[in-house]
């Protein structure tokens, strides 16, 4: 099971960007689909972008599509999510995860393995 450590995060403006990076360690991230996912204060986790395994396929939550960019990196075995736009309900710790399937469907993106330490990102002017 892979075990993942999240970074990349901050404070930033409304407007601004930010590329989180989550490091995988364990199998190569080609065997899993993977996701992102966020939780803000009070609210349960979301999922907010995921990759298949071939990387072929990536998937958006509505809120987030146009704004946000998933990617892998097999040689370092690592993930990223570039941010962009940012708005303050973007205000959440974010988790990247190991999923049982990336489908456009989004309740499809079932979470296996426990959750990493987030990284925390705050939009605030």
């Known amino acids: 099971q892979l075990q993942f450590v999240e970074s990349g995060g901050g404070l930033v403006q409304p407007g601004g960007s930010l590329r989180l990076s989550c490091a995988a360690s364990g199998n190569g991230l080609n065997y899993y689909h993977t996701g992102w996912f966020r939780q803000a204060p009070g609210k349960e986790h979301e999922g907010v972008s995921c990759?298949?395994?071939?990387?072929?396929?990536?998937y958006y939550a509505d809120s987030v599509k146009g704004r946000f960019t998933i990617s892998k990196d097999i040689a370092k075995n690592s993930m990223y999510l570039q941010i962009n736009s940012l708005k303050p309900e973007d205000t959440a710790v974010y988790y990247c995860?190991?999923?049982?399937?990336?489908?456009?469907?989004?309740?499809?993106?079932?979470?296996?393995?426990?959750w990493g330490q987030g990284t925390q990102v705050t939009v605030s002017s």
């Open positions: 990759i298949s395994r071939s990387g072929r396929r990536t």
């Open positions: 995860a190991v999923i049982r399937s990336c489908l456009s469907d989004r309740t499809t993106w079932s979470t296996e393995g426990k």
